[in-house]
């Protein structure tokens, strides 16, 4: 099993550009599907890209063609590139994992992170 820390969220005015990052310990690393997901208050959690172990890449229909999910496996971490950014892009994003890839795209996860907020408001 990995541990998997966000980091990376800030505020930025609408427009602008972030990369947040996913660092996973423990071991596997590179065999593990990994997802970014998002969360505003008072709405469920929303799967916005994933990435399989052979870097195959799913995108909501909301950020396809502003955010690019990727992944170091020989650094451990995957990372979220969103440009372009939009005030309803504001919520806290999570990053997750797992060997299925089904748990990964339905957000099926018992345990989640901290998290690291992005705001976008000019």
């Known amino acids: 099993q990995v541990q998997l820390v966000e980091a990376g969220g800030g505020l930025v005015q609408p427009g602008g550009s972030l990369r947040l990052s996913c660092a996973a310990s423990?071991?596997?690393?590179?065999?593990?599907?990994m997802g970014w997901y998002r969360q505003v208050p008072g709405k469920e959690r929303e799967l916005v890209a994933a990435i399989t172990s052979g870097s195959i890449t799913i995108y909501a229909d909301s950020v396809k063609g502003r955010f690019t999910i990727s992944r170091d496996n020989a650094k451990n971490t995957m990372f979220l590139q969103m440009n372009s950014l939009k005030p309803e892009d504001t919520a806290v994003y999570y990053c997750?994992?797992?060997?299925?890839?089904?748990?990964?795209?339905?957000?099926?996860?018992?345990?989640w992170g901290q998290g690291t907020q992005v705001t976008v408001s000019s």
């Open positions: 997750n994992a797992d060997r299925q890839w089904r748990r990964v795209v339905t957000a099926s996860f018992d345990s």
């Open positions: 423990g071991s596997g690393f590179s065999i593990y599907a």
